[in-house]
């Protein structure tokens, strides 16, 4: 099969997108239903029909790009990422499984072969949590792993809520027709940057992605008793601040406690008011993440923590409440996905490693409706959510090329 | 002696004072130089010279409201506090010494009691960092504490420096002038709010400050590697969250190992970045407050504490810098002082309490040049720097009682 990925091509399309942003370049910013976030989709839809793909779009904005098989009824073959960026971020995080899914439809209908399945990219809304707080919102709702009332409770810091800022931008469909039908896909693989530098630091070329890690992930909110920094005395304190000097540091006690490499624990917001040198803090707001991917050792993990916890709120006299983000399930990948990547890999005869992705992609949500993997590739000293993020377009092409193969083998599966 | 304090008046002069303010009543919001101080300022010349006191002003706007003496030339009696206020705090923290200094002043020039030394009003300019992040701006400058270089060198956060300020609201002679000249005063006493429940809860009614905490306080500036929650394992971790809990965990340790009640160690200070739920913290810039009335015992703590963040540093693979903001030295009061405070309060047959001053003072520095003690008086739940911070006025004109026996005391000694 001759199989061509036009990288030139693709490579000036990832610099074009990237000029769709709220920051100046090489920073890119592209928060959900922007000005710039609009503009970005309304090119990509451009792209989709030059290249002769079929086009549409849901109640959410997630964006089906598809290129029909010969047996169209069949359940679909699915690929895809994102397109929205935090605030200050690069260039290739979602945006290579987006645009390289793209490039893969286009080199199968260039190369002439008609797949039986049909095969589509999807372009999720809002992978990232920026605007409304929570990350992967377009694929939660696809897969119908979460209440819609939830989604229309969300608001972003201007205090709009989901329903008024997607009718805003045109999208007014009810959010009950966003939900995938049974067996919409046949299998879905997301192509993506490996965001860490295992890849580069061992040379290999390619990442086949067995398992996604999930965060359980929750606030604490701990509320002591202020007071004058010389005034008070120290028998009695209630400070804030140091019971959660104590919840950070087991944290990570309750991380390394597994005994498994794959346990992680970060407290990576700690907010203290009043916030004065001379003032004894008499609240903070924590946000801990804690992730792992099996699920079981994952929650002992949490467990540990919010035991200690209540003996910290108790010994310093703090009071303590919870309020839990999200604990989602983590995903396995599909074997028979993972031997179609492998099988890639070999025919290309380059590189790879079996790994784990230890950051959430949408893929984590799509494997609760459709078997699931990922492949990732190399991801310059694993910088990703800078300015200076950087993929290399060999390996990009490259990346772009094992998920095409793929998606033919599946294709005929 | 017929000493009369016209408690009303003293009262309708501090509430009036209270409504020059940029914050609604009853909070109290006065920034050094701003429209509202100089109002509040001009205002109380007006009472100076309706007093028929003689008034000036250095360089600072540190304001002197003098009785003259029979003696004219010998050094005189001080007394005085603050009248700037911190955003959204009360009425009466400093203001009861500069409006109470006046009211002794008027009521021993209405007894007809001529003193021996004159008796002297101070209104210290910025007590509070408000404006230009340094406290005890005006008292530093009068008793020679700060170089003058460091004094030019403040900014506000408009990017203003001090020359700039004060020229714009009309002081221009040369900073140099600020600088008290030798025995300037005989002794200083300052009248103020406890700031601290002790008066309230012995239901005593004066509070005789045999010593003024001083704090050191210093930045610590911690910098780690940041990363993703998730894809960056445990092991290797360079997490300036996790250092910071050890080191505000160390001041606590360190302020209790002296084993004296009067260390105290507080960090009231703790950013983050880039404060992100999923993100490793990279940064860490930590405000950190300890203090006592014993100097070494003070410099023990914190060399402990320095000593902690060498060893955290290292373990963590952290850089830390530390930034001194100050370290003053606390100070005693002065026998003789005390002796007349002591002696006011059998003539008044009231009740008393000796204690220690452990918020910091313009008389800290006066300290560095003339004998110095305070009187405190009993302040409602030790509540300042709040807007429902009160004290009682007959509280407050028993306080000004025993500050203008006291000065007619120590002035013909």
Request: charged residues 25%.
């Amino acid at each position: 099969m001759n199989l061509q990925i036009d990288s030139s091509k693709l490579m000036a399309e990832l610099k074009h997108l990237s000029t769709f942003s709220d920051a100046p370049s090489p920073a890119v910013t592209r928060i959900l239903w922007t000005e710039q976030d609009m503009k970005a989709r309304a090119w990509l839809k451009g792209l989709a029909l030059e290249a002769g793909l079929h086009y549409r779009e849901d109640a959410l904005g997630n964006t089906f790009i598809r290129l029909k098989g010969s047996q169209p009824d069949l359940p679909a073959i699915g690929t895809g990422s994102h397109t929205d960026a935090i605030p200050f971020s690069g260039m290739y995080d979602g945006t290579v499984g987006v645009l390289g899914g793209l490039e893969a439809l286009r080199a199968i209908k260039r190369s002439g072969v008609k797949a039986k399945r049909s095969l589509e990219v999807l372009m999720f809304t809002a992978e990232e949590p920026t605007r409304f707080g929570l990350g992967c919102l377009g694929s939660r709702v696809l897969a119908g792993a979460i209440e819609l009332e939830k989604i229309r409770a969300l608001k972003d810091s201007d205090g709009i809520d989901v329903e008024t800022a997607r009718g805003k931008v045109g999208y007014t469909a009810p959010l009950e027709t966003v939900l995938l039908p049974k067996n919409y896909y046949a299998a879905f693989v997301e192509l993506h940057i490996e965001q860490a530098p295992l890849l580069e630091q061992e040379k290999l070329q390619i990442g086949v992605v067995n398992a996604i890690a999930a965060p359980a992930s929750f606030f604490v909110h701990l509320e002591g008793e202020g007071g004058h920094a010389g005034a008070r005395l120290m028998p009695g304190r209630r400070d804030a601040l140091l019971a959660a000097a104590e919840i950070a540091l087991a944290v990570e006690t309750a991380a390394l406690a597994t005994d498994a490499i794959d346990t992680v624990g970060t407290t990576g917001l700690l907010e203290i008011h009043p916030a004065a040198i001379n003032s004894i803090p008499s609240k903070a707001k924590m946000g801990i993440d804690i992730r792992d991917i099996d699920g079981s050792r994952r929650d002992q993990a949490v467990n540990q923590v919010l035991e200690t916890i209540k003996k910290v709120a108790a010994k310093r006299n703090v009071q303590a409440s919870i309020e839990l983000i999200n604990a989602d399930p983590p995903a396995q990948s599909d074997p028979r996905i993972l031997e179609a990547i492998r099988s890639s890999i070999a025919t290309m005869q380059i590189s790879s490693l079996e790994m784990v992705s230890r950051a959430y992609h949408d893929s984590l949500f799509m494997a609760r409706v459709c078997p699931m993997a990922m492949i990732f590739i190399p991801c310059r000293g694993g910088i990703s959510h800078r300015p200076d993020e950087f993929a290399a377009p060999q390996d990009i092409a490259r990346g772009v090329e094992v998920l095409a193969r793929t998606m033919l083998t599946l294709a005929e599966q």
